[in-house]
């Protein structure tokens, strides 16, 4: 997974500017006790330093516009880390079906082979050939072996005219059948104790079988499991960043776009409301009346937050426009 939220300059800026700024204040600082005695150095100490500072107050105000320019577009990529890190949780890799979780992924993400459209916006961040190469690489090689496995299994079961308990027999996780040989058997097959241990053989005979494949295949869940730790330690890491440059400016934005959407919701179910009343009641004027001053109060808010976000765009505009 690459994200690409900030660049480098944007992230390194500020520690770049301070600590040239400290270099150079002990630079002058010395050269001006070296040479306290002459005039002349001492005045061209000051003109260079004045200078200096000048030019880093110049580019210090420049980024700070830029970083309050592209404010809307951060919150908009702050909103898509945060819907992608709903799902690659820090316990994701823990869990035992780990092919559940791909096909989750998969399918909120819009990489289906259905025309699905994808729950979650690319904002900041996108799929690497890498990532999308090892995912279908796990697919693809638990794909042949659950495949092998059942197949064997069947014909064995055929072959040796044992009893099932269930009428399709089949293995849907293979780390659980793995882990636990014993209780599949006793789920699925009804054996008796020599038969029983003769499967045993026959599947530990089949691992032996398909040691390349299986050890394979561990490598490739392995890199996996940890591709997605990795992907959840960026996701989060990128969102603490937008969150320490904007800080309140951030949350108090997000709050009052929900609060807009709350009211939109809200205001629409309350002319929902109207509607159904007005079929069923006969004094519409005292109903209308009633729904009228809740809806026109719920308008109110929502005329309140747009214009805060007016002002808020507008401002952003003169700040741009004043820089030429």
């Known amino acids: 997974m690459k994200f690409k939220v900030f ?107 259905t025309d699905m459209k994808s729950f979650i916006t690319f904002n900041g961040f ?6 999308l190469k090892l995912e279908n690489s796990f697919l693809e090689q638990r794909k042949e072996l659950i495949s092998l496995l059942n197949d064997e299994i069947k014909n064995y079961i055929s072959s040796h005219k044992l ?18 040989i014993n209780g599949w058997v006793d789920e699925t097959l009804d054996l008796a104790t020599e038969e ?14 398909h040691k390349r494949k299986l050890k394979k295949f561990d490598k490739t869940t392995h890199k996996i499991r940890k591709m997605i730790d990795k992907t959840s330690k960026k996701c989060r890491n990128n969102m603490a960043k937008i969150e320490e440059v904007y800080g ?17 919701a809200v205001l629409e179910r309350l002319i929902h409301e109207l509607k159904k009343e007005v079929l069923v009641e006969t004094d519409f004027e005292e109903i209308t009346g009633e729904y009228f001053e809740r809806i026109q109060e719920y308008l109110r808010n929502i005329d309140i937050k747009l214009q805060s976000v007016i002002e808020e765009v507008e401002e952003i505009r003169i700040n741009t426009y004043s820089d030429f």
């Open 126 to 131: 996108e799929y690497t050939e890498k990532y």
């Open 248 to 264: 309140d400016l951030l949350f108090e934005s997000l709050n009052e776009e929900n609060e807009l959407s709350t009211n939109f």
């Open 7 to 113: 660049k480098l300059q944007e992230l390194i800026y500020k520690k770049i500017v301070y600590m040239v700024v400290f270099i150079i204040t002990v630079a002058c600082i010395v050269l001006y006790l070296l040479n306290r005695t002459s005039d002349e150095i001492s005045y061209i100490l000051s003109i260079f330093y004045a200078l200096f500072l000048f030019i880093v107050g110049l580019y210090m105000n420049n980024m700070s516009i830029h970083t309050q320019n592209m404010f809307y577009k951060r919150k908009g990529q702050y909103r898509s880390l945060k819907e992608l890190s709903e799902i690659y949780k820090p316990t994701t890799n823990e869990k035992e079906d780990l092919f559940s979780f791909i096909l989750m992924v998969q399918a909120l993400t819009g990489r289906t082979s």
């Open 163 to 180: 009893k099932k308990k269930v009428v399709n027999v089949f293995v849907h996780d293979m780390t659980k059948f793995f882990d636990d």
């Open 196 to 209: 029983k241990t003769e499967f045993i053989r026959f599947i530990k005979g089949f691992c032996k079988k």
